[in-house]
């Protein structure tokens, strides 16, 4: 393979292990802190990147910002959106059994996508990226990488930085790991769970819209996209161990190379690698690379 | 004391860096209750689910009746004639009773060829289960659920379903945990009235009891054994009372 | 209800049932046939999720490839014999069971759910992405399968209400096995296995065989299941075997309650009749089109009113009815002394 086009892959391989990060650390969070499975995750992907869309003229109208304005302007909606929907709705099963809260938030997903057409309706829409990130960098003499996925790596690194550091310097994320290892046990120490819990949920919304508003513009925004995000980010969070983000890290990662070279090499099978790698790992580590508590 | 049925000779068992057991012997013989005692974290349950196949001992052999059964799995052993009884309470909360110690007994009763037969209608089971609650005077509850027992009695369901299958070898996890002083004596009774036709392994906390039921006792210390031995003579031992008994027992 | 009531109730809701598609049009007997055969697919997940406790999202899988290989093995030209082709569909199915189960079973609880359904996925892919079985696009059944002895044929289904009888037959028959295996030996060793595992190899179970065979024998019905599906409407395609299939089943068995097999059927009525309800556009006018939101909301809804479904439910209001010797699910804890 030309190393040119290796590099390509490669720096495609690692933005899309990436954005799964966030995607997926979000939902690992929620899962491991709050014992919740949320089928409902996609969804809020699909929310942050049709509201990207939705919401752009509105920010250029009001507030006359640009690409910039409206992702953050999405990351502070679905902020609130999700700690609405905590309060509102996911509280309530954390006394449910895991079937009862697939069902549950399976009706979510439903009602989400519904919303989503009455509202948005149901065409597939391109973003196109800021006039300062739709250039291209040349890596040699005809080859370019387009800047923008360049500048969705940048987001996801900061992002994640960002949260290491509150996981492991804040006070915050120190009763947020500790919630991930022994969720009974911080509560009898007399942490406020009830809004330990609404904060967790609440970032691990915003993570999800935050990666589907800046992938919008590479994916375009299409009904059905929180599902095809769904299904993988539980693979990560399956490979990765419930409850760790270092696990969800490594195995957004993994599915990021196996899926974009597989995409190169057996195009045919691509989409079952995925799945097949998860075989693999679950068959010698059971409960995944990292798992907690 | 007649010769062991069932030996354990230098069994380690290692989790990472951790050695839970070090080399540690234990010999089972019919007729006679061998009781384990430590204190916490000794490794005397790590000792139990190496004993009974939950977990494989990272060095060491197993032997009963003379088979080398090592690598056996739990319900090989089991159905070899080990019977085991948890420190947490493992019964089938929903079910009653008498189901509790059908389904036990059923496993003598596996053979494919019968797996569609009525499960209530299975009359060696139902005997077994006959048998077991009566031996531990529980007739009278058999009906009742499980769930809705009392703690003690719960501990009495768990000893009946060790006892279905007819074990040879019965391993008690911390019986009369919980229990008040007159259930302890219910207990005991029991203990005493199974140990001509079992080889046991107790452990307990409980040294009161320990030292009225056991015939040999063995004790633990960091995984390691540092005494084993009759009563009388594990009571005067210097380094148990050292390490654990610390005041002397009545 | 007494063993007695019970069977009488059964036989008449089977008279009932069979006496159909001669009183309502072709399009209620073809949804009740829908509603037999998606409960089909019900009960057999409830031999898992009920029976063993095993939570699987990935069930469509084995529906699809039953679906799938009466459609890839029958002749564009003449119709199949069921003779053979049932034992390929069969054999479909539980090969594949076969395959993902031993690696499955390995997992317990959400790692389980997950690995499910990442199996189903996988084979989603593989008619999805592939030419096997025609791509996205599916592929047609011309002919339905009959039962044929050399040149004889023995029973052909083509008439819509023969064909209905022949479901109907075929589903009472599987739920009268699958009755009869809740009460053997084989069902009560699953359902300790589902209370309480280790205590089931404490007693010398070896509980990864029982899990594997119920594994595998839920494959096969669902596999049967798709088979039937497929020679309904002369169409299969890949969305058969996509995730929200599975958690379509997955809701029926615990909308109708996954304690016990008609539930599954309640389940599946229920579920189906909810669909064709909230697309009706005479009821809901507009919000037809957007039915996904009414369905969604009643889902939520029924799940956090009705925890135990509506098997539960039902059986709750029974015991209100009747006061008397209560039956087990409700005996009264007696006073901790």
Redesign the interface.
Known sequence: MDPVIFLIQCLNAVQYGLLLFLIASGLTLI?GIMGI?N?AHGSFYMVGAYMAFALQPAVEHYLGGGFVATVAVCILLTTLLGYLLEWVFFS?LYT?D???Q???T??????F???R??LVGNDVHGIAPPPWLSGSISLSDVMTYPVYRLFISAVCILVATALYLVLTRTRLGMKIRAGASNREMISSLGVNIKRLYRIVFAIGVALAALAGAIAAPVTSVYPGMG?AIL?VS??I??IGG?GSIRGAFLAAMLVGFVATFGQVFFP?????LV??L??LI??FK???LFHQG | MSAPIFSARSVSRDFGGLRALDTVSVDLSLGSIHAVIGTNGAGKSTLVNVL?G?LSPTTGAITMNGDDITRW????R??AGI??S?QRT???????LHENC???A?????RFW???????R?RRSNEAADRVLEQTGLSALRH??A??L?HGKKRQLEIA??L??RPQVLLLDEPLAGMGPEETERMLELLASLRNAHAILLIEHDMDAVFQISDVITVMVNGSVIAHGDPESIRNNDAVQAAYLGRAAA | MTPRKRTAFVLSVLCLLAALPWVANDYYTGLIVKIMIYGLFAMSLQLL?GGAGL?S?GHAAFFGAGAYATALLSPESASANFFWLIPCVLLASTAYAAVTGA?SL??R???F???T???A??AY??F???QFGGGSDGIYLYFRPEWRVGDWTLLNIDDPHTFYLFVLATVASIWAFLS??S???????L??IR??E??????????FAYKFVAYLLAAALAGIAGMLFAAKDGFVNPELLN??QS?LV??MV??GG?GNLWGALLGAFGLIALEELFQSEAIFGGMAN?W??T??????AL??VM?KGLAGFMNKLGHRAQPGPAS?SS?P??P??
Request: glycine share 8%.
């Open positions: 899962f499975i089928l309530y449910r895991h079937l009862q697939v069902l549950m399976y009706g979510l997903i439903l009602v996508e519904e919303l057409s009455i599902n299904i539980f693979v969070v399956v419930i045919q099978v691509a989409g079952m799945y097949l998860m075989a679950l068959l059971p409960e995944g | 009974s939950e799995t739990q319900p090989r089991a159905r019977g085991r948890y493992t019964i089938f909360a929903d079910l009653s059908r389904l036990a059923q496993a003598s009763h596996q019968h797996w569609l037969e009525p499960a209530s299975c009742q659920i769930g809705s009392s379903m060790s279905t299958t | 999720v939570v999202l690696l390995r997992t609880g959400i790692y759910i997950m690995i359904l990442a199996f996925q996988m892919y593989v999805h992405d592939t009869v295996l009460r053997s030996r084989f069902g009560a060793a359902t300790g209370i309480n280790q205590r089931m190899r404490a007693a010398g179970y070896s509980t995730w929200e958690g997955l809701l615990i909308l996954s957007h996904h939101l369905f969604g909301l009643t889902i939520i799940v956090a925890p087990r005996l804890h007696t901790q002394p």
